[in-house]
Antibody
């Protein structure tokens, strides 16, 4: 069974960089899209961006200037870095596996990241 | 960017009801639409992909339909475990989610 697990700092100071790792187990990473989605407290889902196993990325246009997503298949991990964070970036961050055309069938449990001094 | 407008934002229903949620895209997304269910404090769960294909293990009371820009999620015979928030997602051009529909008990 595929499992995804987010990890990283739960508290980040304003203007600093939010860094998260998603660790993948239970299946190969190849031939899938790996995504990050966030959900501010009490609000809906927002797509952040995703990366294909071989490296092409797609980013939310509202975040692209601050965002880097990367993958390391040898470690079975992919990563999110969001720079210059503000309180508006406070959210539960989810990582997902998306099979092209078939939706995101696997999600991590989510990690709450708060931006506060 | 493609925008997804979901309605209603909240829906009150009773067990056994037929429930319909709609999602409209700002431009055609062909068949690249999925529906997710999210319960409080949990990760979203994929219900339907490619407009109408049921994800493995999802009860057949869930169904999806539509084409182009207009799509519908229907729950036939609402069950107690179906009270949750539902999101549509387009993955035709990048990804976008609808705002969500909370199905609550009447």
């Amino acid at each position: 069974q595929v499992q995804l697990q987010e990890s990283g700092a739960g508290l980040v100071k304003p203007s600093e960089t939010l860094s998260l790792t998603c660790s993948v187990s239970g299946d190969s990473m190849h031939d899938f899209h790996w995504g990050w989605i966030r959900q501010p407290p009490g609000k809906g889902l927002e797509w952040i961006g995703n990366i294909y196993t071989t490296g092409p990325t797609k980013y939310n246009s509202s975040l692209v200037s601050r965002l880097t997503i990367s993958v390391d298949t040898s470690k079975r991990q992919f990563y999110l870095r969001l720079h210059s964070v503000t309180a508006a970036d406070t959210a539960v961050y989810y990582c997902t596996r998306h099979r092209y055309g078939f939706g995101s069938a696997f999600w991590g449990q989510g990690i709450l990241v708060s931006v506060s001094s | 960017d493609i925008q997804m407008t979901q309605s209603p934002s909240t829906l009150s229903a009773s067990v056994g009801d037929r429930v319909t949620i709609t999602c409209r895209a700002s431009q055609s997304i062909s068949g690249w639409l999925a529906w997710y269910q999210q319960k409080s404090g949990k990760s979203p769960k994929l219900l339907i992909y490619q407009v109408s294909a049921l994800e493995s293990g999802v009860p057949s009371r869930f169904s999806g339909s539509g084409a182009g820009t207009d799509f519908t999620l229907t729950i036939n015979g609402l069950q107690p475990e179906d009270f949750a928030t539902y999101y549509c997602q387009q993955y035709s051009d990048d990804w976008t989610f609808g705002q969500g529909t909370k199905v609550e008990m009447k």
